[in-house]
Each structure stands twice: as C-alpha cells, then as structure tokens.
C-alpha cells in the first residue's frame, strides 16, 4: 500500500471489497452525476463526508487515497489558472495590468478543484476495492440489456477494464522514463520554453512505444490462449446481490437526491 496509484487494486478485506461490483460501478455514475449539480458548497461537504466515509469502510487510508492525486495536481493547476483569468464576472478583486481577478472566478475555481478531487477519489475507491474480473462481469452486466441490438458488451467491457488497469502500469513508466531523462541532464522543470517542449517530447516519445508495445505483448498473449470475444462462455463466478449492496445503494440514492434538492433550494 505503500505505493498507491490510480487503477490499482488492493487486496484487502473490507465491507467496500465485499459489495458486488454493479453496484460500485452504478453508485460511481450516480456520484459523478451529483458531482456536477451546482449543491453549494454545503451540497459538497456532505457528499465530501459521504467519499471519506466509503474511504474508511474501505479500509484504505486517506493519505494513500491522496497519493492517487498527486499526479492529476499539475492539470488540475494548470485549469484553475486559465480559469481565474477568463472568468470576468462579479466584484473585481485583484488588479495587475492584464491580470483581474474576480469573486466569481474564485468560486467557480474552487468547484473545480472540489469536483476534480470528489472524481479522482471516487474512481480511485472503485479501482482500488475491485478486482479486473470483477470489473469487466459487473460492466458487462450492466451493458446487458443493449445486447439485443447488437452491442458488443463484452468487447466494450474488457476495454475499459483493460485501460482502467494499463492507467498505474502508465504512470509507473512515466517515472521510470523521467528517471531515466534526468540521469542524461534532461530537465523538465526548468530552463527555456522551448528546452521543456523538447523535455517533454524526450518523454512522450518513449512513453507512446512502451505503451503500444506493452498492448502488442497483451494481445499476443490473448490471441495464444485462443481468445474470443464473439465465443459464448459459462462464468466461474456468478455475481449476487445481498441485502448490504441494497442498503449501499439506497444511501447513495439518498446522497444524490440531496444534491439535487439543494441544488434547487440554494
């Protein structure tokens, strides 16, 4: 656990592993709807305190959950930056040549960064408490109904299943390449604009090989075990629902009707 990343899946007992993976994966759609009605930030520390306590039911500690953020932390500067200079609306706050920021631009920023850590924590919770297999049967099951027109649900399942899992392998070489770069005297944080566009080229370049070679590998190694996806199967594990994935989702209906509510009365 030391080594938490975002798409990993760590092998613990909990009441949050336990519960059946279509659950987890309608509970996260639902969550992520909610996430984008205008609640206040009121609406946001309860459904904050609604994450942190599937965090703790988890049993994954908080500090690892923030690690999982720690990559995103660039982009989601990078957004907030753009977005407290455009956004010109409200009582003008600061003033510097060019640069005026507003009231409204603050607090629109800071739903932002409150919307972006809800989802990547989210995300990370369900990855973290659900097994590939899992994944793709629960995805699989909730794309059944689309079969009979000719949707390919299990094609599109184990896609997503698949790139889900590839996210932390991804990251891992990241480090290693940026590692590696900076050995040679390749500097990513600093010198011109156009040294950190070369800086950057020097790392996606590897990055794009590795990955279509680590797909290459994936598929080879499918194709020899004689993998079909048109082929009908029997399934070893069959998923049941229990009365605690009943009572999980209700509380997660009563969140997501609380931030409709107030985001309609505030």
């Keep these: 656990m030391n080594n938490m990343m975002f798409g990993k899946y760590i092998p613990i007992d909990s009441f949050i592993h336990r519960l059946d993976p ?6 996260l759609l639902l969550l992520l709807i909610a996430v984008f009605f205008d609640a206040g930030f009121i609406g946001y520390a309860v459904l904050g305190i609604f994450v942190i306590m599937m965090a703790l039911m988890s049993r994954i500690k908080i500090s690892q959950i923030l690690k999982a953020v720690k ?4 982009m989601m500067a990078f957004l907030m930056f753009f977005n407290l200079l455009f956004i ?4 003008l706050l600061f003033s510097l040549g060019f640069i005026k920021i507003y009231d409204q631009a603050v607090f629109q920023t800071l ?6 850590i809800l989802i990547i924590v989210m995300t990370t919770i369900l990855t973290a408490t659900t097994k590939p297999l899992d994944l793709t049967l629960g995805i699989e099951h909730l794309l059944s109904p689309f079969k009979r027109i000719g ?3 299990h094609e599109v399942a184990m896609m997503i299943s698949i790139a889900l899992r590839f996210i932390p392998t ?17 500097e990513f944080s600093e010198g011109s604009l156009k040294d950190k566009i070369l800086s950057i080229v020097s790392l996606i370049i590897p990055l794009f090989i590795s990955a279509f070679q680590r797909a290459e590998d994936l598929a080879n190694a499918m194709e020899s075990r ?3 996806p048109e082929a009908k199967r029997t399934r070893y594990k069959q998923l049941k629902w229990k009365l605690a994935d009943t009572i999980a989702f209700s509380s997660v209906i009563l ?7 107030m985001s309609i009365v505030l």
């Design 226 to 228: 004689n993998y079909n």
């Design 255 to 261: 969140i997501c009707s609380a931030m409709v509510i």
């Design 88 to 91: 010109q609306q409200g009582t």
């Design 151 to 153: 949707f390919p649900t």
């Design 170 to 186: 991804l990251l891992e070489e990241t480090q290693r390449i940026m590692k590696a770069q900076a050995s040679r005297g390749v």
């Design 71 to 74: 990559p995103m932390l660039f």
């Design 22 to 27: 279509r659950l987890k994966i309608g509970s």
């Design 111 to 116: 739903y932002i960064f409150i919307r972006l």
